[in-house]
């Protein structure tokens, strides 16, 4: 279980979502936060189900590959939506979250292949692998990583969204969503708006199909 290995910084940390609120309510977002998994809106009874995921998480990591087989079991039966959460503790978090909301702006399409490569060589971005770089030169390194997804055509758009007021902006709503919704580390995740238990934890095909199969029956 993965809640960045200090479970004070997280008791801390929620004392500041109780009271922030108090503060500074969040402005609504003009649009929905999230990734669509396939097709955006599946038949009205489909079960919906909620990802809060942390690029360079490796919680997060291993719980995709069960994730994504066990929608595309389900097929139009479960939607899935995934929502970036970059936790504060794990460097390199927010700028690889924005790299996936800039490039779902681009092409959509490539959102979830480009998640899966953040996955897939998650260790060229741990804190250990950048910690003599500046912000900048982590900034670059993401920003050719993700053209040698999208292709080099792509690359001055990339550039471009990482001093685009508008991708820090919707990284950030990503991460107050979260906040709001009780999310506290990540995989997080919720079906048809309620948290699933073991919350932090990755959950196998397995587990998935003995949450899902009930609510599909009935």
Known sequence: MDFGCDSSRIFRFFLLLIFFPIICQPQIPAEQDGFWFGKRQGPEESI????????????????????KKVVQYYGSRVT??????????????FASSRALHIVNKLNATATYNLLEAFFDHQERFYGA???NMSRASVVDDIVMFVTD?????????????????????????????????????????????????????????KKWREIIDPLVTN
């Open 48 to 67: 919906h189900v909620e990802a809060f995921f942390d690029p360079v998480c490796p919680d997060s990591r291993d719980s995709w590959p069960d994730l």
């Open 80 to 93: 899935l939506v995934v929502h970036t959460f970059p936790l504060p503790y794990h460097d390199n978090s």
């Open 129 to 131: 692998s950048t910690f």
């Open 149 to 205: 997804e999208l292709g080099a055509s792509f690359l001055s758009a990339i550039k471009s969204g990482f001093t685009d007021s508008k991708t820090d902006h919707a990284t950030r709503v990503a991460f107050k969503y979260g906040c709001l919704r009780g999310v506290y580390g990540t995989p997080f995740f919720f079906i048809n708006g309620f948290p699933v238990p073991d919350a932090g934890s990755p959950l196998n095909y």
